[in-house]
T-cell receptor, first 113, second 116 residues
Framework: NAGVMQNPRHLVRRRGQEARLRCSPMKGHSHVYWYRQLPEEGLKFMVYLQKENIIDESGMPKERFSAEFPKEGPSILRIQQVVRGDSAAYFC???????????FGSGTRLTVV | AQTVTQSQPEMSVQEAETVTLSCTYDTSESDYYLFWYKQPPSRQMILVIRQEAYKQQNATENRFSVNFQKAAKSFSLKISDSQLGDAAMYFCAYRFLYNQGGKLIFGQGTELSVKP
């Protein structure tokens, strides 16, 4: 039973490029969450999705960031026109309905050069 | 809005000794969950222990236990018989369920070092 799978593990992008981060939740988990961790800080919530629906995007920056969780396939966090300040570790987590905890992926470390 | 505060950026403990990490939170909800996560240098987030707010009994997982004071909104983690492998960042987190799910709100973290 594979855990939460995130890829890539590391991603380097030049300023102005697009970054796409992928997350496959655990089998049986229909709720996906994205968090961002800046250096020397805790994790900050970004967005909460269920299949084909965004439930809570209160932590998403208003511009350049978007997320989706299609009926088929992984959840995608997309960052357009990346800037240096987007450099961070991005974590995906999943949970079953009414589950009390999250299972986290290993994260994607995005570096913008 | 819910907030979580960890007032100890760094803590240190001697191997085999006991250490307590502090966490306070603010919420107007009566039913919620509290967690402690461990993040070693590998960056993986590992669940250490969880507490349901409606349970008065403090959660325990082997060498890890919590002191949950609901009225005071306090949730401290006690690590007994500390081991070198316990060295990591520890994050306290709060979760309120909505839409059958619910985001985690994290504290700033406490970096624990273990001295041999």
């Amino acid at each position: 039973n594979a855990g939460v799978m995130q890829n890539p593990r590391h991603l380097v992008r030049r300023r102005g490029q697009e970054a796409r981060l992928r997350c496959s939740p655990m089998k049986g988990h229909s709720h996906v969450y994205w968090y961002r961790q800046l250096p020397e800080e805790g994790l900050k919530f970004m967005v909460y999705l269920q299949k084909e629906n965004i439930i809570d995007e209160s932590g998403m920056p208003k511009e350049r960031f978007s997320a989706e969780f299609p009926k088929e396939g992984p959840s995608i966090l997309r960052i357009q026109q990346v800037v240096r300040g987007d450099s961070a570790a991005y974590f995906c987590a999943s949970s079953p309905p009414l589950g009390s905890g999250h299972t986290f992926g290993s994260g994607t470390r995005l570096t913008v050069v | 809005a819910q907030t979580v505060t960890q007032s100890q950026p760094e803590m240190s403990v001697q191997e085999a000794e006991t250490v307590t990490l502090s966490c306070t939170y603010d919420t107007s909800e009566s039913d919620y969950y509290l967690f402690w996560y461990k993040q070693p240098p590998s960056r993986q987030m590992i669940l250490v222990i969880r507490q349901e707010a409606y349970k008065q009994q403090n959660a325990t997982e082997n060498r890890f236990s919590v002191n949950f004071q609901k009225a005071a909104k306090s949730f401290s983690l006690k690590i007994s018989d500390s081991q070198l492998g316990d060295a990591a960042m520890y994050f306290c987190a709060y979760r309120f369920l909505y839409n059958q799910g619910g985001k985690l709100i994290f504290g700033q973290g406490t970096e624990l070092s273990v001295k041999p």
